[in-house]
C-alpha cells in the first residue's frame, strides 16, 4: 500500500528519466513504464465535504482507453488507496457525479458516503500531464520505491510556476530504500521539496464551484443599512452560486441552498427592511415570494423522495417504495420543468438584477433609519423577536389547534436568522445558550409541522393514486404504513412541547437575550 | 475488515494460488487487502518477491512483542500488502499452545489491522492443527479448495466436522473445484459427482492450467499476466463468489 506521505518536488524545467538514472545510480535499478497522457480531476462536493472531512479524491483518466482510476488519500488515517472508476463516456468534460455511479460498490463507497451524503461530486481543480512511472527495483525484481514525474501540459498555469512534479511514494516495509532515494534527489540542484500535490501547486486550477465570499468583517459601529446591505449580497452570492446547480439538477441540495438564500433574504427585508429604502425594499419581498413560491413544489416532491428512498426517513420497505418512487419522480420531474423555465425567466432575471441593486454597496449615509449603528439595532430587533417569539408561544394548550405552532415556528425562524445575521457580533454564552434553547424548541416545532405536513401529502398523493390506474395498490397501502409511524412522531413531538418551550421562555434565557447588547447597554428584560 | 482463509487439511490442491489470485482481485477492485502467508514454505511470499522473513521469529510475533502492522510489505500492486512467511512458522503451533488462549490468539493478532485493510487473505499450512482453529477463529469464510480426487469428499467431511466443532461464529465455508482437468474422464465424473452432493459448492472451477503453473516463473498472480486464461476467469469468478457471500 503507497503511504499518503508521498514526498514531492518540483521543478521549473523538465526531469527526464535519463536525468534521474543520472541522480539515482549507481546502486539502483530502475524500471520505467512508457510516458502516457492523463488527466487528474480532483472531485469535492460543492459545500467541500470531503475536504472537510480531510479526504482527497482523485479521478485520473489515461488518454489511450482504460480504467479511469480513483485515487483516495485519508489525510487523518495517513493512508492512500485506490479503485477503478465508472465516470461515464465523458470524464473529461463531466460536470458531477453521484457517488455511487462513480465508485460502484465497495470498501471507497463506504468511506466516502458518510461524508458525501446526498450531494454530488464536482470537479474542482483538473490538470492534464504527461506522466512517467519509474519503479526502483531490488535483486528479487521487486519493487521497493515508486517513482512519479508528471510534466503538466496545456496552457494552465503562467511559465514561471512549475511544470514538472517528482512523487516518491514509500512503500510500507521499505522506507529506508525510499528515504535514500530522496536523499539522492535533494541533490538535483533543479527539484525543489513541496508538498500538497497539484491543487496547492497551482491555485489557479480551482475552479467550479464558486465559493461564497465571507464579506467584511461586522463591527458594532457599522451603519445598520451597510450591515443589512452586506447580508443580503452573501445571500445573493450563495443563490446565484447554487442556481447552475438546480437547473443542472446536480443534487437536491442546490435547489434547499437556494430556498434558504432567499428565505433568509425575505426575513432580513422583513426584519430589518426599515433600514432600506422602502422604494427597493418592497418591490424585492415581493420578487423573493414569488422566487420562493417557484421552488416549493419541486423541492417538496424532493423531500419525498428522500423520504421513501432507502435509509429515508420514511423507513419504508423497499417492495413498497418501488411503485412510489417513479410515481413521485414524474410529478417531480412535471415540476422541474416548471422552476427551471422560471430560473430562466425574464422575471427571474429582473428579480436578481434588483436584488443585486439593493446589496450594492454604499457609502455611508450619516442620517436617517439606516445611520443607526448595528451594535444598537441588533440587540433590540433580537429582543423583539423573542418577544414576539414568546407571545406566540404562550397560551398555547395542549388541545391548542396546530396553526398555533405554525405561527410559533415562522417566529422562531425569524429570530434564528436574526442569531444568524448577527452571530460575529453577538458570541459569547448568553448567545450560545439562546441559540441552543432555541435550536431544541425549533426541532420539536419542525418535528411537529413536517410530520404534518407530510401526513397531508401522503393522503392527497393516496387520494391521487387511487385515482390513477397506473399507480397500483401496493403502493397505496404503503402510504398507510407510513401514516402510522407519523402519526406517532407527531404525536411525540407534541408531548415535548410544552418543556422545550418552558425553557425557551423563563426567565433565564430573558435575561440572556436581554444581555445580547453588542457595543451598547443591555436591554431591559423582554416581557 | 473481511478475513478470508484459503485451508484445506490437504496439501497440494491450489490454497496459495486461490489466495494469491483472490488477493490481487480484491486490491484490484479497491479493496485495501493484506495476504498473510502462515505456510512456512513461503510460497505466497514468493510470489509476491517478499523476502521470506519476520523480524523476531514466530515467537515474538505471538507473544505480541512486535506488532503484526510492522511486519507488513508492500507488494508490487495497488491496495495489496503481505505478511511475509518465515521458516519459524513450522513452529506456530508451539508458540501459540504457549500463549494464553491459544485459538484465540490469531484473531486477536489480526484484529488492530481492521482500521487500514478491508479484506485479509490468509494462506494457510495444511493441517488440522492449532495453527487451523486459530484460523477458523479468525477467519469469517473459509475457502476450500478440492481437487476431483475419491479422497476429497472424505477430506471436506472431515474438514466440516472440524468447522463444527469450533465455538461459534464460524466461518462459511465455501468449496470450490481445482486443479480440474476436463480432458480426464475421472475428474469429470468426479466434479459431477462432487457438484451433486455438495449444494453449496462454488460454481467456480479452476482448470488444471500451464497458466497456473507459470504462477513461479514469473512470481506474478494469473490474472495479471494471463488475464482470458480459464483459470483467471475461474479465480474472478470465485473472487465474485466471496464478495456475495459476505453480502448476505
New interface residues.
Given amino acids: 500500500?503507497?503511504d499518503a506521505r508521498d514526498l514531492e518536488f518540483v521543478s521549473r524545467g523538465p526531469v527526464g528519466l535519463e536525468r534521474l538514472r543520472e541522480a539515482l545510480e549507481p546502486g539502483v535499478r530502475l524500471a520505467a513504464s512508457p510516458e502516457h497522457a492523463v488527466t487528474h480531476q480532483w472531485l469535492d462536493t460543492f459545500d467541500r465535504r470531503l475536504r472537510r472531512a480531510g479526504l482527497s479524491l482523485e479521478l485520473a483518466t489515461e488518454a489511450d482507453p482504460g480504467q479511469p482510476t480513483?485515487l483516495l488519500e485519508d489525510r487523518g488515517?495517513l493512508?492512500a488507496?485506490?479503485?477503478?472508476a465508472r465516470p461515464g463516456d465523458r470524464a473529461a468534460g463531466r460536470r458531477a457525479w453521484r457517488l455511487e455511479e462513480l465508485?460502484?460498490a465497495?470498501?471507497?463507497l463506504r468511506r466516502l458516503a458518510p461524508a458525501v451524503g446526498i450531494r454530488a461530486l464536482l470537479p474542482v481543480a483538473e490538470v492534464s500531464t504527461r506522466t512517467l512511472e519509474v519503479?526502483v527495483l531490488d535483486a528479487?525484481?521487486?519493487?521497493t520505491v515508486r517513482l512519479v514525474v508528471e510534466e503538466r501540459v496545456g496552457p494552465v498555469a503562467p511559465d514561471e510556476l512549475p511544470r514538472v512534479r517528482v512523487v516518491v511514494g514509500p512503500?510500507?516495509?521499505?522506507r529506508r530504500h525510499s528515504d535514500r532515494l530522496v536523499a539522492r534527489l535533494r541533490r538535483l540542484a533543479e527539484l525543489e521539496p513541496f508538498s500538497g500535490g497539484w491543487p496547492a501547486l497551482l491555485p489557479s486550477l480551482a475552479k467550479t464551484p464558486a465559493e461564497v465570499p465571507a464579506g467584511p468583517r461586522l463591527t458594532p459601529g457599522l451603519e445598520s443599512a451597510q450591515v443589512v446591505r452586506q447580508i443580503l449580497a452573501r445571500l445573493l452570492a450563495a443563490a446565484v452560486a447554487n442556481a447552475p446547480g438546480v437547473v443542472a439538477d446536480w443534487d437536491t441540495e442546490f435547489l434547499h441552498d437556494l430556498r434558504v438564500s432567499v428565505r433568509r433574504a425575505r426575513s432580513a427585508l422583513k426584519l430589518l427592511g426599515d433600514c432600506l429604502d422602502s422604494r427597493e425594499a418592497s418591490p424585492l419581498a415581493a420578487d423573493l415570494k414569488w422566487m420562493g413560491d417557484l421552488t416549493t413544489p419541486t423541492r417538496d416532491l424532493d423531500v419525498h423522495l428522500l423520504a421513501v428512498s432507502a435509509g429515508g426517513e420514511w423507513h419504508l420497505d423497499p417492495l413498497l417504495a418501488a411503485p412510489l418512487v417513479p410515481y413521485l419522480q414524474a410529478r417531480r420531474a412535471a415540476a422541474r420543468r416548471q422552476l427551471v423555465r422560471g430560473l430562466r425567466s425574464a422575471r427571474w432575471n429582473r428579480a436578481q438584477r434588483r436584488w443585486e441593486e439593493i446589496a450594492r454597496p454604499r457609502p455611508p449615509a450619516g442620517g436617517g433609519p439606516g445611520a443607526v449603528p448595528i451594535g444598537e439595532l441588533a440587540g433590540t430587533r433580537i429582543a423583539l423577536a423573542y418577544r414576539r417569539a414568546r407571545r406566540a408561544g404562550i397560551h398555547i394548550e395542549d388541545d391548542s389547534p396546530p396553526e398555533m405552532l405554525h405561527t410559533l415556528r415562522k417566529r422562531c425562524k425569524e429570530l434564528r436568522y436574526l442569531l444568524e445575521f448577527f452571530a460575529p457580533l453577538l458570541e459569547g454564552p448568553p448567545f450560545l445558550g439562546l441559540l441552543s434553547q432555541l435550536r431544541a424548541l425549533q426541532d420539536c416545532l419542525g418535528e411537529f409541522q413536517d410530520t404534518q405536513v407530510q401526513a397531508a401529502t401522503l393522503r392527497e398523493l393516496a387520494a391521487e393514486m387511487l385515482a390513477d390506474p397506473t399507480a397500483g395498490a401496493e403502493a397505496v397501502m404503503g402510504l398507510g404504513t407510513v401514516d402510522q409511524t407519523l402519526a406517532e412522531r407527531r404525536r411525540r413531538a407534541r408531548a415535548e412541547f410544552a418543556s422545550r418551550f418552558h425553557d425557551f421562555a423563563r426567565p433565564r434565557t430573558r435575561r440572556a437575550v436581554a444581555a445580547l447588547q453588542p457595543g451598547g447597554r443591555p436591554a431591559p428584560m423582554p416581557t | 475488515m473481511r478475513v478470508v482463509a484459503a485451508y484445506n487439511i490437504k496439501g497440494g490442491v491450489g490454497k496459495t494460488s486461490a489466495a494469491v489470485n483472490l488477493a490481487f482481485l480484491g486490491a484490484?477492485?479497491?479493496?485495501?487487502t493484506l495476504i498473510w502467508d502462515l505456510d512456512p514454505q513461503g510460497g505466497a511470499t514468493f510470489l509476491?518477491?517478499?523476502?521470506p522473513r519476520v523480524k523476531g521469529g514466530v515467537r515474538t510475533l505471538v507473544r505480541r512483542r512486535s506488532r503484526l502492522a510492522a511486519?507488513?510489505?508492500?507488494t508490487?500492486f495497488?491496495?495489496?500488502?503481505l505478511l511475509p512467511a518465515d521458516f519459524s512458522y513450522r513452529n506456530l503451533d508451539l508458540a501459540l499452545d504457549q500463549a494464553r488462549r491459544p485459538t484465540r490468539r490469531l484473531a486477536e493478532l489480526v484484529a488492530p489491522l481492521s482500521?487500514?485493510y478491508?479484506l485479509l487473505i490468509m494462506d494457510c499450512p495444511p493441517s488440522a492443527s492449532l495453527v487451523s482453529e486459530g484460523v477458523l477463529r479468525a477467519a469469517d469464510t473459509l475457502l476450500v479448495p478440492l481437487v476431483p480426487a475419491t479422497l476429497s469428499l472424505r477430506t471436506l467431511d472431515q474438514l466440516t466436522h472440524f468447522v463444527g466443532q469450533v465455538k461459534p461464529p464460524r466461518p462459511r465455508v465455501l468449496p470450490f473445484l481445482s486443479m480440474v482437468d476436463r480432458r480426464r474422464r475421472l475428474h469429470r465424473d468426479l466434479a459431477a459427482q462432487l457438484r451433486g452432493q455438495l449444494p453449496h459448492l462454488a460454481r467456480a472451477e479452476v482448470p488444471a492450467s500451464s497458466a497456473v503453473e507459470q504462477m513461479g516463473p514469473r512470481?506474478a498472480p494469473v490474472v495479471t499476466f494471463a488475464p482470458r486464461a480459464p483459470a483467471a476467469v475461474a479465480y474472478r469468478d470465485l473472487w465474485q463468489q466471496v464478495l456475495e457471500l459476505g453480502e448476505r
Fill in positions: 500500500m503507497r480513483l488515517a493512508s488507496w485506490s479503485a477503478p465508485v460502484g465497495g470498501p471507497m519503479r528479487q525484481d521487486k519493487t512503500l510500507t516495509g521499505y | 484490484r477492485d479497491g479493496y485495501r509476491f518477491r517478499v523476502r511486519q507488513v510489505k508492500s508490487d495497488d491496495n495489496l500488502d482500521d487500514h478491508d512470481r
